[in-house]
């Protein structure tokens, strides 16, 4: 079946800096847009970035603008997140996600256009 699964997450002191990465299998993921969301425990699961499939064109929370930087790699492993300047309101479960339909960029912060999602990887960051 269509797998997605985040690794990279982990404990940092804020300031410090995280990758996290998704890997996948079951489909090619080449022609789509891909996102990560992140969810806090007692919060919505919410967007954090995305990256289209064909200019590779970007977009970010407010958030986690000047600090997250999303890129695609290969089919195999389609999206990775550089986490740099990590504040304690960082911390959440994070998800990489992907949609089955070619959706624009201008849609890909919501998670209602997203099909397949990631089991997620922990990102902790201590004051």
């Known amino acids: 079946q269509v797998q997605l699964v985040e690794s990279g997450g982990g404990l940092v002191q804020a300031g410090g800096s995280l990758r996290l990465s998704c890997a996948a299998s079951?489909?090619?993921?080449?022609?789509?847009?891909m996102g990560w969301f992140r969810q806090a425990p007692g919060n919505e699961r919410e967007f954090v970035a995305a990256?289209?499939?064909?200019?590779?064109?970007?977009g970010y929370s407010d958030s986690v603008k000047g600090r997250f930087t999303i890129s695609r790699d290969n089919a195999k492993k389609p999206v990775s997140l550089q986490m740099n300047s990590l504040k304690p309101m960082d911390t959440a479960v994070y998800y990489c996600?992907?949609?089955?339909?070619?959706?624009?960029?201008?849609?890909?912060?919501?998670?209602?256009?997203?099909?397949?999602w990631g089991q997620g990887t922990q990102v902790t960051v201590s004051s």
């Open positions: 079951g489909r090619t993921f080449s022609n789509y847009a």
């Open positions: 996600a992907s949609p089955t339909k070619p959706y624009h960029l201008a849609n890909m912060d919501n998670r209602d256009n997203y099909d397949y």
């Open positions: 990256i289209s499939w064909g200019s590779k064109r970007t």
